[in-house]
């Protein structure tokens, strides 16, 4: 029998094939387009056959997906608190490890988090991590999938410091301006809580509730369940019990549709483009079939006026961009013959370079290599040994040494292009002097990627 609700979106997002068909009839150049739905289901266009992996599974959910989370969310603090205490122990423990596994599965570059374990003792499970938050980049969501698989379950859990250490650390970030600077989240990871935690949430939470909590009820049990869902419903959080493996993927993601709400309910369009990645592109030989993508997305919700209010996320919208369609937008004309133009993210990362090799030869296959789109731009360019380009700034109309060369940054080709910022706008789109960058690549708005330009004189 199928949910009502997934064949009611199916019919109505059918409305979307026209649009499809007529936006590559005016662009050739487009390649996937599709439709991301909070219910599940996924429409394509082109549409291809499914094939199941080694299992017989088709296992794909656009849901998690990197367009989808960063379109469908703003930029948050999360600080995730496991009980680690002697009742955890077992199927309680694996799946207590699941979930958060899953959580940091649902982060991204923009996206800043740190986990807490506590039994007796309160301790951050990455000791060099301890009292901050961190970038959820890749190579940090592998780091703490590992150190998550390493805990181990013993003791009495005791709550009360666990969150006060988190609203600590929450607090600071925001006071300080680092971070997202948008949503902050403590996802609370227990089989009970017994403890008499709401002169903590007086302290540290109340009466603004600029952090919310989610709780996960790990277990069959229902004896402490009206008290971690008190926790969550006095803190604008999400409440939710998983018994088994099989419920943590539906449960987990519930907490994106909570942080959408304000958004939804601001009718905020916020405009999002993802890190690079290897996808086939379309109508393309299969020699030529791997192109350097990226993602452009954007949240679509209910417009009717009774429901509005409830910040009812329908899904998400995005189209692959090749890349190279992108770098056209550098006017080669005012490079010169040695001059090149590359792009990277807010966050630094090299979305296109000259001197970025993503793939390598195995056999007769080409295949990417590891971390291929996490390559800082440091990598590609050479050091600066005398402190010339130390800013932006210095850039601008200032002559460079390399190796017998001058080089200069064009003034009026930095090209940012993004949507506003959950707060409000960001920057204005369009060409724009470097001079509006605090750093190369480097700014605050969590919805942009930079094509710069580069010219021998």
Same mark, same amino acid.
């Given at each position: 029998?199928f949910?009502?609700?997934?064949?009611?979106?199916?019919?109505?997002?059918?409305?979307?094939?026209?649009?499809?068909?007529?936006?590559?009839?005016?662009?050739?150049?487009?390649?996937?387009?599709?439709?991301?739905?909070?219910?599940?289901?996924?429409?394509?266009y082109?549409?291809?056959?499914?094939?199941?992996?080694?299992?017989?599974?088709?296992?794909?959910d656009?849901?998690?997906?990197?367009?989808?989370?960063?379109?469908?969310?703003?930029?948050?603090?999360?600080?995730?608190?496991?009980?680690?205490?002697?009742?955890?122990?077992?199927?309680?423990?694996?799946?207590?490890?699941?979930?958060?596994?899953?959580?940091l599965?649902?982060?991204?570059?923009?996206?800043?988090?740190n986990?807490i374990?506590?039994?007796?003792?309160?301790?951050f499970?990455?000791?060099?991590?301890?009292?901050?938050?961190?970038?959820?980049?890749?190579?940090?969501?592998?780091?703490?999938?590992?150190?998550?698989?390493?805990?181990?379950?013993?003791?009495?859990?005791?709550?009360?410091?666990?969150?006060t250490?988190?609203?600590?650390?929450?607090?600071?970030?925001?006071?300080?301006?680092?971070?997202?600077?948008?949503?902050?989240?403590?996802?609370?990871?227990?089989?009970?809580?017994?403890?008499?935690?709401?002169?903590?949430?007086?302290?540290?939470?109340?009466?603004?509730?600029?952090?919310?909590?989610?709780?996960?009820?790990?277990?069959?049990?229902?004896?402490?369940?009206?008290?971690v869902?008190?926790?969550?419903?006095?803190?604008?959080?999400y409440?939710?019990?998983?018994?088994?493996?099989?419920?943590?993927?539906?449960?987990?993601?519930?907490?994106?549709?909570?942080l959408?709400?304000?958004?939804?309910?601001?009718?905020?369009?916020?405009?999002?483009?993802?890190?690079?990645?290897?996808?086939?592109?379309?109508?393309?030989?299969?020699?030529?079939?791997?192109?350097l993508?990226?993602?452009?997305?954007?949240?679509?919700?209910?417009?009717?006026?009774?429901?509005? !209010?409830?910040g009812?996320l329908?899904?998400v919208? /995005?189209?692959?961009?090749?890349? *190279?369609? $992108? &770098?056209?937008? +550098?006017? %080669?004309?005012?490079?010169?013959?040695?001059?090149?133009?590359?792009?990277?993210?807010?966050?630094?990362?090299?979305?296109?370079?000259?001197?970025?090799?993503?793939?390598y030869?195995?056999?007769?296959?080409?295949?990417?290599?590891?971390?291929y789109?996490?390559?800082?731009?440091?990598?590609?360019?050479?050091?600066?040994?005398?402190?010339?380009?130390?800013?932006?700034?210095?850039?601008?109309?200032?002559?460079?040494q390399?190796?017998?060369?001058?080089?200069?940054?064009?003034?009026?080709?930095?090209?940012?292009?993004?949507?506003?910022?959950a707060?409000?706008?960001?920057?204005?789109?369009?060409? !724009?002097?470097?001079?509006?960058?605090?750093?190369? /690549?480097?700014?605050?708005?969590? *919805?942009? $990627? &930079?094509?710069? +330009?580069? %010219?021998?004189?």
């Amino acid at each position: 029998m199928f949910d009502p609700d997934i064949l009611n979106g199916v019919y109505m997002s059918e409305a979307l094939n026209p649009v499809f068909v007529d936006n590559f009839e005016r662009d050739p150049t487009l390649t996937w387009q599709y439709f991301g739905s909070s219910t599940g289901f996924f429409r394509l266009y082109p549409g291809i056959k499914w094939l199941p992996d080694e299992n017989g599974v088709i296992s794909f959910d656009c849901r998690n997906r990197g367009w989808y989370i960063q379109a469908a969310t703003s930029p948050k603090d999360i600080v995730i608190i496991v009980d680690v205490s002697g009742s955890m122990k077992g199927l309680r423990m694996t799946i207590a490890k699941h979930t958060i596994v899953t959580i940091l599965d649902t982060l991204g570059e923009n996206d800043f988090v740190n986990i807490i374990a506590y039994n007796d003792y309160v301790h951050f499970i990455e000791p060099c991590f301890k009292g901050i938050l961190v970038q959820a980049d890749r190579d940090n969501r592998e780091h703490f999938k590992q150190l998550v698989d390493e805990l181990q379950a013993k003791g009495v859990g005791t709550v009360n410091k666990a969150l006060t250490e988190s609203f600590k650390i929450l607090r600071e970030f925001r006071d300080a301006g680092q971070g997202g600077l948008c949503n902050q989240a403590i996802m609370l990871i227990t089989d009970g809580a017994v403890e008499d935690y709401e002169a903590v949430f007086e302290k540290y939470n109340w009466p603004d509730r600029k952090v919310r909590v989610f709780t996960y009820l790990i277990g069959r049990e229902v004896t402490f369940a009206p008290n971690v869902k008190w926790i969550a419903c006095n803190n604008k959080g999400y409440y939710t019990q998983i018994s088994t493996l099989a419920d943590v993927q539906e449960n987990v993601m519930e907490y994106l549709h909570v942080l959408s709400r304000p958004m939804v309910i601001n009718h905020d369009h916020d405009i999002i483009w993802t890190e690079a990645y290897m996808d086939s592109a379309l109508f393309a030989s299969q020699a030529q079939s791997l192109l350097l993508m990226t993602t452009v997305a954007m949240p679509v919700f209910s417009k009717k006026n009774e429901t509005r !209010s409830h910040g009812i996320l329908l899904g998400v919208v /995005g189209s692959d961009v090749p890349l *190279r369609e $992108l &770098l056209k937008l +550098a006017p %080669r004309y005012k490079l010169g013959v040695h001059g090149y133009a590359f792009l990277n993210t807010n966050n630094g990362y090299i979305l296109s370079h000259p001197d970025l090799r993503p793939l390598y030869k195995e056999g007769k296959k080409l295949k990417p290599k590891p971390n291929y789109n996490s390559v800082d731009l440091s990598e590609v360019e050479w050091e600066d040994q005398d402190e010339i380009l130390l800013s932006p700034q210095n850039r601008e109309g200032k002559y460079l040494q390399e190796e017998g060369r001058s080089w200069r940054m064009l003034q009026g080709v930095s090209l940012c292009v993004h949507g506003p910022r959950a707060g409000g706008s960001c920057c204005t789109s369009g060409f !724009s002097s470097m001079q509006s960058q605090k750093s190369l /690549g480097v700014g605050r708005c969590p *919805r942009m $990627l &930079l094509v710069h +330009a580069v %010219r021998e004189i």
